[in-house]
């Protein structure tokens, strides 16, 4: 068995697509001459430079005309060493034909290399990648968010731990267990898997530390199967296994969803008080209305909190939430509100996405590595306000970079009725996606400053200007004017 920690979230921002789903597209022309026709790709880039290591990242489609091709063998050498998962050669103007040395090299190193014809441009085999990436991405945020609305449905049942173990298993088409500190199954669901295979998860699981100090998870393969194992953040020792033919870029965040709610439920000493305060934030998040699970809860008064960071392991919620001392927590922030819009959306990348209730005299403080926006108190039947509140203090948290922001009541803001502001503001900001949103929002916080804001969104000062410049574009608003700026802060607020 080969045994590794699972490391922090590093998948791209879209799971990868197949080289075959590229070549199947026959508008490209594209022309397999060596290496294998079914490795992912998690990127494109272009470069003419002699040796393009230094500027690959791994994983990417390399396209070149060759334009300083010199030695095919080095260049190949130099591509694979930087793990380049294909190279994809452009026919002219440089060259006529794809030359033999290169195809002999790329076929010696097993690293599969396309032909582009000349009536290809390159920029149309890069849309074709980014446009099977967002189909793939669309089709796993679905995956996902279905699997937490089971998840979170099979929490809500009877015999909760099998349910939610049954659930896990059937969304990742696997095996689920929940093992004793000793290593014994406690609870088992799904498909059986080899007995060297379970010997392996409860090794995984005697890895595990007691936390705070040992690991929180762990990874492994055996008999052909993908092995995960977490710990449960319950304070008995519990952990959760997982054993799965394969391992998609979400399996790792409808797991942690698991995580949190199977901490919920095994934890000790849960009163029947507490078991419903949590089935009642279950009803909200799936879409009760609130004055259907504000029976449920304590009449308050509540605070919402909108979070979104930690270090990308699956334990990073539950960290939070127990650090702010509350067990009503849930993935998933944005602009739907509690009650409202259904169940929270999971993405599958990093940073995590958190929504937390707790009482109004609890304390809320920054916490390393999140950003929190913190609504105004609010009793239990106002719980969708205060979670539109919340979500606000997100986005301002994040525009601005401090590490939490309040819901400031009061100010021309209240002067306008919400649900005409939010109309206004959907019109308003029609035209713009919300990368371009983004940018503008922190812009206007950091009062037109263009490397501060480069700085705020890790991207360098031009791709500001030239997104700021798309805004007014699309707008067809003068950025320079004070009044203007001022709309689109009260519209992105």
Known sequence: MTTNPAPPASTPPAPPVSLAALLARRDLGLRLLAGPGDVPLHWVHTSEMADPYPYLLGGELLMTAGVQLADPARYVERVVEAGAAALAFGVTPVYDTVPAALV???GRRGLPL??????????AVARAV???????????LRRVTEAQQSLATAAARPAPVPAVLGALAARLGGRAVLLAPDGTESAAAGRDVPAEASRALRELAGVLGPRPGGPASAGGEEAGLRLAAYALGGGDGLTLGVATERRDPGDRTIAGVAVVLLSLLTAPHRGADAAVRDGALVRLL?????????????????????ARGGDGTPFATADLAASLGTALVASGTGAEALGEAGAARVSGAAPASVRLLLPASSPVTARPGWFLGVSAPAAAGDLPAADRQAARALRRAEATRRPLVRHSPGGLASLVDPDEAAAHARTLLAPLNEPLRETLRAWLSLHGSWDRTAVALDVHRNTVR???????TLLDRDLDDPDVRME???ALS
């Open 104 to 106: 002999e090299a790329c």
């Open 114 to 123: 396309l032909e582009v014809p000349p009536r290809t441009p390159f920029t």
């Open 130 to 140: 980014w446009r099977l990436m967002a189909e793939a991405r669309l089709h796993e």
């Open 286 to 306: 799936l879409g009760a209305s609130p004055a259907e699970a504000a029976a449920a809860l304590d009449p308050g008064p509540w605070t919402v909190v909108h």
């Open 466 to 472: 030239q997104r700021i410049t798309r805004c007014a």
């Open 488 to 490: 689109l802060w009260f």
